[in-house]
């Protein structure tokens, strides 16, 4: 229990996707213009990431590292990342049905953000982490979904931040982009007083 613990705020704070390992960083950009739409997607992020990490693991410790198969020399684990993205497709395809069926409104907002999921490396980069660190299912299970929720903490803390921006005078040669990195910049930096916790 403590070690699932130590995996879940490890991953959610102290090595956050976004702000530590600088993975997923086009939604986080892109989507983060308002609270709520951050949350969606945020939302729509941990929902793909839990439930890919869990078939990932499923897949890589049945089938793709399979004991009975290993003993006769056959090795599939090379087909780790295509399978993993055919398997984070599919899911992808599954919640973008879900809103769309569910909730329009939220559908609409995403827009191109939400097939874009299916190239989040961020969640790739999670079913390829719990394969190099051996997760188990549970462990991997739980990896996903706090990396998935810290992936979740700082885009609504953006979303947060770029809501404030609007309202303030900020100088011309800042305002746009500039100002967005900046303030990304300052989260980071935030996020890395976190680091040695764990």
Do not use: H, W
């Not at 086009?26 to 793909?48: D, R």
């Not at 188990?136 to 810290?150: C, K, M, Q, R, Y």
């Not at 005078?169 to 989260?187: E, H, N, R």
Request: one cysteine or more.
């Amino acid at each position: 229990m403590k070690t699932l613990l130590l995996i879940a705020i490890g991953s959610a704070i102290v090595n956050n996707v976004v702000l530590s390992q600088f993975l997923g960083i086009c939604p986080f950009l892109g989507v983060s213009k308002k609270t709520e739409t951050a949350a969606g997607m945020g939302g729509a992020v941990v929902f793909v990431i839990t439930i890919s990490s869990f078939v990932t693991a499923l897949i890589y410790k049945y089938i793709l590292a399979n004991s009975y198969l290993m003993s006769k020399g056959i090795d599939l684990t090379y087909l780790q990342t295509i399978v993993f993205i055919l398997v984070i497709a599919a899911l992808v395809q599954f919640v973008e049905m879900f809103l769309k069926k569910s909730m329009p409104a939220l559908y609409q907002s995403l827009g191109v953000y939400l097939p874009l999921i299916t190239t989040n490396c961020a969640v790739l980069g999670v079913a390829l982490t719990n394969v190099t660190k051996e997760y188990g299912i549970l462990e991997s299970v739980v990896n996903g979904f706090a990396t998935a929720f810290g992936f979740l903490i700082a885009i609504v803390l953006m979303a947060g931040v770029r809501e404030k921006i609007e309202y303030n005078d900020i100088p011309k040669p800042f305002q746009g982009t500039a100002i967005v990195l900046i303030s990304a910049c300052l989260m980071s930096i935030a996020f890395m007083g976190f680091s040695g916790m764990i």
